[in-house]
């Protein structure tokens, strides 16, 4: 691993954990009543290198939904089903500043903004191909077992206290049904999405997965190709513009790397070429963003260099 992580850097992951363990802002997410029984204590932060090294401190193996994070996933699934020009005339690429939840699509084209947001992802979930509920969700599950390195699972309960009262994310897929930017059977690519959603991984899942896409789509720990490589600068370039909702022009700004949060408390960032980053706490800011997370994310950086435009 030399040259890819400095050697300070497992102590700085402990030296992390440590001090921001007892920060308690922010407040877990309970529009889906099922998230809000989290233990708000949760605190794990992991990197998985390039070549396949993992480094983990705090509850690494603990499982929780993956949320918004399986939209940069789903994204890459929708591209290999269809192809970019095809997938860019029902989503746009375009950050909108406005928050994840936003009932809101692209004046002129009809389109939702972008893949990372609700609407755009729920627009990008329903591409994925496959004849029938069924196998549509088989082929989701297999497209994470690429990248996890082992079979994921659909939580039950998380599924379906979405699905009874996301009534939110039913309105985005009616309005994009009314444009003709979703197909039919909108209660199947929302029960897809939420089940999507639903999938349960640990942080060090979400690093290895995070680590895929820092080494062009292979899994770096099975050296399986989870994604078309040609597809990961797609991925990797909304996750930069649109990875942290109304708050990824500052990320952009400030940490500098393709990132993605989800409102279970959990950030992948890739550093391509590098490595992969996971943390997760479910305390939220009021964007939706992990309280910790942000900050791991933001000492890493600087501490490491780790801006894409950083030229020290
Ligand atoms: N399943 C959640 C929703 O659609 C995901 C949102 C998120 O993680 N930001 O509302």
Same mark, same amino acid.
């Given at each position: 691993?030399?040259?890819?992580?400095?050697?300070?850097?497992?102590?700085?992951?402990?030296?992390?954990?440590?001090?921001?363990?007892?920060?308690?802002?922010?407040?877990?997410?309970?529009?889906?009543?099922?998230?809000?029984?989290?233990?708000?204590?949760?605190?794990?932060?992991?990197?998985?290198?390039?070549?396949?090294?993992?480094?983990?401190?705090?509850?690494?193996?603990?499982?929780?939904?993956?949320?918004?994070?399986?939209?940069?996933?789903?994204?890459?699934?929708?591209?290999?089903?269809?192809?970019?020009?095809?997938?860019?005339?029902?989503?746009?690429?375009?950050?909108?500043?406005?928050?994840?939840?936003?009932?809101?699509?692209?004046?002129? *084209?009809? !389109?939702?903004?972008?893949? /990372?947001?609700? +609407?755009? &992802?729920?627009?990008?979930?329903?591409? @994925?191909? #496959?004849?029938?509920?069924?196998?549509?969700?088989?082929?989701?599950?297999?497209?994470?077992?690429?990248?996890?390195?082992?079979?994921?699972?659909?939580?039950?309960?998380?599924?379906?206290?979405?699905?009874?009262?996301?009534?939110?994310?039913?309105?985005?897929?009616?309005?994009?049904?009314?444009?003709?930017?979703?197909?039919?059977?909108?209660?199947?690519?929302?029960?897809?999405?939420?089940?999507?959603?639903?999938?349960?991984? *640990?942080? !060090?899942?979400?690093?290895? /997965?995070?680590? +895929?896409? &820092?080494?062009?789509?292979?899994?770096? @720990?099975? #050296?399986?190709?989870?994604?078309?490589?040609?597809?990961?600068?797609?991925?990797?370039?909304?996750?930069?513009?649109?990875?942290?909702?109304?708050?990824?022009?500052?990320?952009?700004?400030?940490?500098?790397?393709?990132?993605?949060?989800?409102?279970?408390?959990?950030?992948?960032?890739?550093?391509?070429?590098?490595?992969?980053?996971?943390?997760?706490?479910?305390?939220?800011?009021?964007?939706?963003?992990?309280?910790?997370?942000?900050?791991?994310?933001?000492?890493?950086?600087?501490?490491?260099?780790?801006?894409?435009?950083?030229?020290?």
């Amino acid at each position: 691993i030399l040259g890819i992580i400095a050697p300070s850097f497992p102590a700085f992951l402990d030296e992390l954990h440590c001090k921001y363990k007892n920060l308690g802002d922010g407040a877990i997410a309970d529009y889906i009543p099922e998230l809000s029984k989290v233990n708000p204590d949760l605190f794990s932060i992991c990197v998985a290198t390039v070549d396949g090294e993992v480094y983990q401190v705090g509850d690494f193996n603990r499982l929780f939904t993956i949320q918004s994070m399986s939209k940069v996933f789903a994204y890459g699934l929708a591209l290999e089903d269809h192809g970019r020009d095809y997938v860019l005339t029902r989503v746009g690429v375009e950050p909108t500043g406005d928050a994840f939840n936003a009932i809101i699509l692209d004046e002129q *084209s009809k !389109r939702p903004y972008n893949p /990372m947001v609700n +609407a755009g &992802a729920i627009a990008t979930t329903s591409l @994925i191909k #496959g004849k029938g509920a069924t196998e549509r969700l088989n082929r989701m599950l297999d497209m994470y077992r690429r990248y996890v390195g082992k079979d994921v699972y659909v939580d039950m309960s998380v599924f379906t206290s979405e699905r009874s009262t996301g009534h939110r994310n039913r309105a985005m897929a009616h309005l994009m049904l009314n444009f003709g930017m979703i197909d039919g059977h909108i209660e199947e690519a929302l029960d897809l999405y939420f089940q999507q959603c639903a999938v349960m991984v *640990s942080c !060090r899942d979400l690093a290895v /997965m995070a680590a +895929a896409l &820092a080494n062009k789509g292979v899994n770096p @720990i099975t #050296g399986e190709q989870a994604v078309d490589s040609r597809y990961v600068k797609d991925i990797l370039s909304v996750m930069y513009t649109c990875g942290m909702y109304n708050f990824a022009g500052e990320w952009a700004y400030k940490i500098g790397i393709p990132a993605k949060s989800g409102v279970s408390g959990g950030i992948i960032a890739v550093v391509p070429g590098k490595m992969g980053i996971a943390v997760f706490s479910p305390l939220l800011d009021s964007r939706g963003n992990s309280v910790r997370g942000v900050k791991v994310c933001e000492e890493l950086s600087q501490k490491f260099g780790l801006h894409m435009f950083d030229c020290r």
